[in-house]
C-alpha cells in the first residue's frame, strides 16, 4: 500500500481570520489522501499577520527543510513583500529543484513564486490554499482534482471555454503570472523574472480601471508585448459605479487587447483561476503550449 503523501501548511501572509477553518481545511486534504502536518506558527498573529516577519520567514526555511512533498500556504492577504529580500533562495530552490517539493498557493504566494523563479528558476505551483479553498462549507471538485492531479504528476493537459481565442492559436513558453497586483509590486525589482511566453494573471477588490491601470504598467514597462500569449483568470470583488458610465472590465480588456494587436500577443479569457471557487492548479515557472481546439483553449505541459 503507497504510504500518503506528506502536506506542510504554513501562514507566510496574514493572519487566518477564523482559525477553526483550518481544522476542518486539514480533514478535507487527509480525505484526499494527503498525510497533513500544520506549521507551529501557522495560527500566529501579530496585527494583520501571521506572526512577526521574523516567525514567517522562519516558517518558510522550516518548510523547506521539512520532509514533506507538499508546502501549502492556508491564506493570501499581505505580507511576503517584507520577506524577500531575507529569504534563503539556496534552501527553496534545493527544496524544490533537488527534491521535488510542490509549493502551492495564489494571491500574496504570487510575490514568493516570482522571486522564486528570478532567482533559481524554481518551478512551483499556482493553485488552492487551505483556509479559502477547503476549509468552507463545501470543496470543489475541479479544484481539488487538479490540485491532486498536479501534486502527484498526473496532469498533462487542462482546458477552459475561450470564446476570444484566435483561429490557429497555437503558442509556446513558460508558464507565469498569477496575482496581477502583486506581478506589478515586482516590476524594477530583482524578484521579477525575466520571461517571455505564457502570462496569466488574476486578481481581486481591484476596479477595472485599475485593472487596466496596471496592464499599462506592464506595457509601460516593455513585459506584456513580449509575451507569446496573455491569459486572463477571474476578477472578482469589485463594484461598478454610476461615474463608470459603461466602462467596465469587458471594456478594460478590449483595450488591452488593441494594444496589444499590433504586437500580435492574443488575450484570453475565460482561465478558472483566481479568487473564486473552481480553480486549476498550474506549474508555475513551467514550459507550457497553448492551443486552440474549437471553442476550447488547451495548456498543455511538459513532465511538471
Known amino acids: 500500500m503507497t504510504a500518503p503523501t506528506a502536506l506542510r501548511l504554513l501562514s507566510p501572509s496574514g493572519a487566518l481570520?477564523?482559525?477553526?477553518?483550518?481544522?476542518?481545511?486539514?480533514?478535507?486534504?487527509?480525505?484526499l489522501g494527503f498525510a497533513v502536518s500544520v506549521d507551529g506558527h501557522a495560527l500566529r498573529r501579530d496585527q494583520r499577520f501571521a506572526g512577526s516577519d521574523a516567525q514567517r520567514l522562519q516558517a518558510l526555511h522550516r518548510c523547506a527543510r521539512a520532509r514533506a512533498a507538499v508546502v501549502m500556504a492556508t491564506r493570501?492577504?499581505?505580507?511576503?513583500?517584507?520577506?524577500?529580500?531575507?529569504?534563503?533562495?539556496?534552501?527553496?530552490?534545493?527544496?524544490?529543484?533537488?527534491?521535488?517539493?510542490?509549493?502551492?498557493?495564489?494571491?500574496?504566494?504570487?510575490?514568493?513564486?516570482?522571486?522564486?523563479?528570478?532567482?533559481?528558476?524554481?518551478?512551483?505551483?499556482?493553485?488552492?490554499?487551505?483556509?479559502?479553498?477547503?476549509?468552507?462549507?463545501?470543496?470543489?471538485?475541479?479544484?481539488?482534482?487538479?490540485?491532486?492531479?498536479?501534486?502527484?504528476?498526473?496532469?498533462?493537459?487542462v482546458g477552459f471555454a475561450c470564446g476570444d481565442a484566435p483561429r490557429g492559436l497555437d503558442v509556446q513558453g513558460v508558464?507565469?503570472?498569477?496575482?496581477?497586483?502583486?506581478?506589478?509590486?515586482?516590476?524594477?525589482?530583482?524578484?521579477?523574472?525575466?520571461?517571455?511566453?505564457?502570462?496569466?494573471?488574476?486578481?481581486?477588490?481591484?476596479?477595472?480601471?485599475?485593472i487596466e491601470r496596471m496592464f499599462t504598467q506592464l506595457l509601460h514597462a516593455g513585459i506584456a508585448q513580449r509575451q507569446r500569449a496573455v491569459v486572463v483568470g477571474s476578477f472578482?470583488?469589485?463594484?461598478?459605479?454610476?461615474?463608470?458610465?459603461?466602462?467596465?472590465?469587458?471594456?478594460?480588456?478590449?483595450?488591452?487587447?488593441?494594444?496589444?494587436?499590433?504586437?500580435?500577443?492574443?488575450?484570453?479569457?475565460g482561465l478558472p483561476f483566481g479568487h473564486q471557487r473552481t480553480k486549476l492548479t498550474l506549474p508555475h515557472g513551467a514550459p507550457c503550449r497553448l492551443v486552440r481546439d474549437g471553442g476550447e483553449v488547451f495548456m498543455i505541459f511538459d513532465s511538471h
Open 175 to 210: 508558464l507565469w503570472g498569477g496575482n496581477l497586483a502583486m506581478l506589478c509590486s515586482v516590476v524594477g525589482t530583482p524578484y521579477l523574472p525575466q520571461v517571455d511566453g505564457v502570462l496569466f494573471v488574476e486578481d481581486v477588490g481591484e476596479h477595472p480601471y485599475a
Open 76 to 157: 493570501g492577504g499581505y505580507g511576503l513583500s517584507r520577506l524577500l529580500h531575507r529569504i534563503d533562495y539556496a534552501l527553496l530552490g534545493q527544496a524544490i529543484g533537488q527534491r521535488g517539493q510542490c509549493w502551492v498557493g495564489h494571491s500574496d504566494f504570487t510575490a514568493l513564486q516570482l522571486a522564486l523563479l528570478a532567482r533559481c528558476g524554481a518551478v512551483t505551483w499556482s493553485g488552492p490554499m487551505a483556509d479559502y479553498d477547503f476549509g468552507g462549507d463545501t470543496v470543489d471538485s475541479i479544484t481539488a482534482d487538479s490540485f491532486a492531479d498536479a501534486v502527484h504528476g498526473r496532469q498533462e493537459a
Open 17 to 31: 481570520p477564523e482559525p477553526q477553518r483550518l481544522a476542518r481545511a486539514v480533514d478535507r486534504l487527509r480525505g
Open 236 to 269: 472578482t470583488g469589485y463594484r461598478l459605479g454610476p461615474h463608470d458610465a459603461g466602462y467596465d472590465l469587458a471594456a478594460a480588456l478590449d483595450w488591452l487587447r488593441a494594444q496589444l494587436r499590433r504586437y500580435r500577443v492574443p488575450v484570453l479569457s
